[in-house]
């Protein structure tokens, strides 16, 4: 990634790898997508792309003034890695970002055959926190979407959202749910990895359908600041009262301040691969294949049973 986001949560991905290898495939590279925005107190960023043949990625970030910032950034390979990130913080702060991969899986056999297609999910997190009380207008939200399309037609998706409105807490999951065990009533809900396997039927020789991954966060803030005391300190010349005649007051405290809380999300790949699938983990996103029996074959294999069957029942009666 081009830059650094702040307070980065945990790794978070849905991560897909086209193994065609052993698959009877015909193939071409992915159609990818990045997009990002980010505002704070009035102000936008200008979106910060970079586009190739076989990665894309685009960053949003805006600073407004102390402890008001908002940044989204996005980014989609060819190796199939993708990943979004979106946080925002202070007084009206929002990021959104979204990636996605289009491919193509044609059966270039001559036979029909059944596909199926496996993705993994590293694990991720997503937080709407306070770290001070908030007014009662004062509101932080964050929300996910993640979406496996087949021509189309939605066959898997997980979502996500957790809403903070004056400290008071909501939150909501729907499709498959990553981890049962957090319900995201703190603020805060993670998950861990794992893979999920889609039966994506039946292909006749040259027939093809459009695989389509898609994801998506954003992040909205809208809180004040919180004074504290952050320890003694020295006015004057390089931070010492009276070094060289510069500053001789000194200062017992120092007031600091910090915004009452974040909204942040990131849902993407562990490692920043780019286009390089040494570095991919090859059971990612793999399509598998079996052979459909012909119905001659079905006829030829139903009669076989048949005939093993009355073989049993004869010996047993003999």
């Given at each position: 990634?081009?830059f650094?986001?702040?307070?980065?949560?945990?790794?978070?991905?849905?991560?897909?790898?086209?193994?065609f290898?052993?698959v009877?495939?015909?193939h071409?590279l992915?159609v990818?997508?990045a997009?990002s925005?980010?505002?704070s107190?009035?102000?936008t960023?200008t979106?910060s792309?970079?586009?190739?043949?076989?990665?894309?990625?685009?960053?949003?970030?805006?600073w407004?003034?102390?402890?008001?910032?908002?940044?989204?950034y996005?980014?989609?390979?060819?190796?199939?890695?993708?990943?979004v990130s979106?946080?925002?913080?202070g007084?009206?702060?929002?990021?959104s970002?979204m990636?996605?991969?289009l491919?193509?899986v044609?059966n270039?056999?001559?036979?029909a055959?059944?596909?199926?297609?496996?993705?993994?999910i590293?694990?991720?997190s997503i937080?709407?926190?306070n770290?001070?009380?908030?007014?009662?207008?004062?509101?932080l939200?964050v929300?996910?979407?993640?979406s496996i399309k087949?021509?189309?037609?939605?066959?898997?998706?997980?979502?996500a959202?957790?809403?903070?409105?004056?400290?008071?807490?909501?939150?909501?999951?729907s499709?498959?749910?990553?981890?049962?065990?957090d319900?995201?009533?703190?603020?805060?809900?993670?998950?861990?990895s794992?893979?999920?396997t889609?039966?994506?039927?039946?292909?006749?020789?040259?027939e093809?359908?459009?695989?389509?991954?898609e994801?998506?966060d954003?992040?909205?803030s809208?809180?004040g600041?919180?004074?504290y005391d952050?320890?003694?300190?020295?006015?004057?010349?390089?931070?010492?009262?009276g070094?060289?005649?510069?500053?001789p007051?000194l200062?017992?405290?120092?007031?600091?301040?910090?915004?009452?809380?974040n909204?942040?999300?990131?849902?993407g790949?562990?490692?920043?691969?780019?286009?390089n699938p040494?570095?991919?983990?090859?059971?990612?996103l793999?399509?598998?294949t079996?052979?459909v029996?012909?119905?001659?074959?079905?006829a030829l294999?139903?009669?076989a049973?048949?005939?093993a069957?009355?073989?049993?029942?004869r010996k047993?009666?003999d």
């Amino acid at each position: 990634m081009n830059f650094s986001l702040p307070s980065r949560p945990t790794l978070i991905a849905v991560s897909l790898f086209a193994w065609f290898s052993q698959v009877p495939l015909a193939h071409a590279l992915p159609v990818l997508g990045a997009s990002s925005a980010a505002s704070s107190n009035g102000s936008t960023a200008t979106p910060s792309d970079w586009v190739t043949p076989e990665y894309r990625n685009s960053s949003s970030y805006i600073w407004s003034g102390d402890n008001n910032s908002a940044s989204g950034y996005a980014f989609s390979s060819a190796t199939g890695a993708y990943a979004v990130s979106s946080s925002a913080y202070g007084y009206n702060g929002s990021a959104s970002a979204m990636a996605s991969i289009l491919a193509t899986v044609t059966n270039a056999s001559n036979v029909a055959q059944n596909f199926s297609l496996t993705f993994k999910i590293y694990g991720g997190s997503i937080s709407a926190t306070n770290y001070y009380a908030l007014d009662a207008d004062e509101y932080l939200s964050v929300d996910y979407l993640a979406s496996i399309k087949i021509d189309g037609n939605q066959v898997w998706y997980s979502s996500a959202s957790i809403q903070n409105n004056g400290g008071v807490i909501t939150h909501d999951k729907s499709g498959t749910d990553l981890n049962s065990n957090d319900d995201g009533s703190d603020g805060y809900y993670s998950w861990q990895s794992r893979y999920v396997t889609i039966d994506l039927g039946v292909l006749d020789p040259n027939e093809s359908l459009d695989v389509l991954a898609e994801l998506s966060d954003s992040a909205t803030s809208n809180v004040g600041v919180y004074a504290y005391d952050c320890g003694g300190g020295y006015e004057g010349y390089g931070g010492y009262g009276g070094y060289g005649g510069y500053g001789p007051v000194l200062q017992s405290t120092s007031v600091c301040t910090q915004s009452k809380g974040n909204a942040s999300a990131f849902y993407g790949d562990p490692f920043e691969i780019e286009a390089n699938p040494v570095n991919a983990d090859p059971n990612s996103l793999r399509v598998t294949t079996r052979a459909v029996p012909e119905p001659g074959s079905l006829a030829l294999l139903a009669l076989a049973a048949g005939a093993a069957g009355v073989a049993r029942r004869r010996k047993k009666r003999d």
